[in-house]
């Protein structure tokens, strides 16, 4: 989609030199980016989107929920629904939240009902002690069913040797919800962070939701504590939201950060699409990954 640059300040000066100390693991380190920061939790999308979720993650900040579009009290059997689908991806119960969705979806990231449960699976053999948390912030009746918006939270765990991966993403999407079960789906915005190591890095990221085609636009992924005599490693990557890009694996390179942080610069696409932003940001103790969806609009959607 873009190439990245450097701004403001030379953040990437090198190719990670070999010669520097890492930690002892640090080579499983990279194993675990590429095998689960890439591949799993670009494919969130999808994999968490199901169940009716949507939003935005909040890293390093609160991010906050959006007010409902409507005073009244939406439908019981509506609020039932979003709580039997969260219970049931808690319990890993993938039978049971499949039976929510229509054979015939229509996904906005062109994924089908198979290719859906598929993602969902692969996804559940990775995490653990998965939560989801649904909240409901618009709805509209309709002849057959609902529109809904809605923002799920999603905590999860995997275990990695003798430490645990830990998991935060928030997702916002809308689906139209017919005779009990969906039938279309947007995921509207996205936000996931990993965490590995006893203090990994606290990350800010800047980046917009949305941008018009063909323009500049600015991903920062901060580091909050003071950097001292830590060394601090990184590297970004992006991709366009499609079904082969939900399990492929990119190489990844490694680089100094001297400036306490990632700071990158990148133009849209001249056509609209759906991208994933991804950086990582490793320390001695720890690492960081964040992955978020910007939206490539035409400005008149802006």
């Given at each position: 989609m873009f190439d990245f640059l450097a701004r403001r300040f030379d953040s990437v000066v090198a190719p990670f030199p070999t010669s520097v100390m890492l930690p002892a693991n640090s080579q499983q380190y990279l194993g675990l980016v590429r095998s689960v920061l890439f591949k799993c939790l670009m494919g969130m999308g999808v994999t968490i989107g199901l169940s009716l979720?949507?939003?935005?993650t909040a890293i390093a900040q609160d991010v906050p929920a959006p007010e409902p579009a409507q005073s009244n009290a939406p439908p019981s059997e509506l609020m039932m629904m979003l709580q039997q689908i969260d219970q049931a991806a808690s319990d890993e119960e993938l039978a049971t939240v499949m039976e929510?969705?229509?054979?015939e979806i229509q996904h906005g990231d062109g994924l089908t009902w198979d290719e859906l449960r598929s993602m969902l699976a692969n996804f559940w053999v990775v995490y653990d002690n998965l939560d989801y948390s649904t909240q409901l912030t618009e709805w509209e009746a309709t002849e057959t069913g609902f529109v809904t918006t809605t923002v799920t939270e999603i905590t999860g765990e995997h275990a990695f040797g003798?430490?645990?991966?830990r998991l935060e993403s928030t997702l916002e999407s809308r689906q139209q919800m017919q005779n009990g079960q969906i039938v279309?789906?947007?995921i509207l915005a996205e936000r996931s962070q990993i965490q590995l190591g006893e203090t990994p890095p606290t990350v800010n990221v800047r980046l917009p939701e949305a941008i018009a085609i063909g323009q500049p636009f600015f991903f920062d992924a901060i580091v909050l504590e003071p950097i001292g005599e830590s060394l601090l490693m990184g590297t970004a990557y992006t991709?366009?939201?499609a079904l082969d890009t939900y399990t492929r694996v990119p190489a990844?390179?490694?680089n100094v950060l001297d400036a306490g942080g990632l700071f990158k610069q990148g133009e849209a696409s001249l056509?609209?699409?759906?991208?994933?932003?991804s950086g990582l940001v490793i320390r001695e103790d720890g690492l960081t990954g964040v992955t978020q969806r910007l939206r490539v609009v035409?400005?008149?959607d802006l």
């Open positions: 979720s949507s939003g935005l929510f969705y229509s054979d003798s430490d645990i991966v279309e789906q947007e991709d366009t939201v990844i390179e490694l056509t609209p699409s759906q991208e994933w932003i035409n400005l008149t």
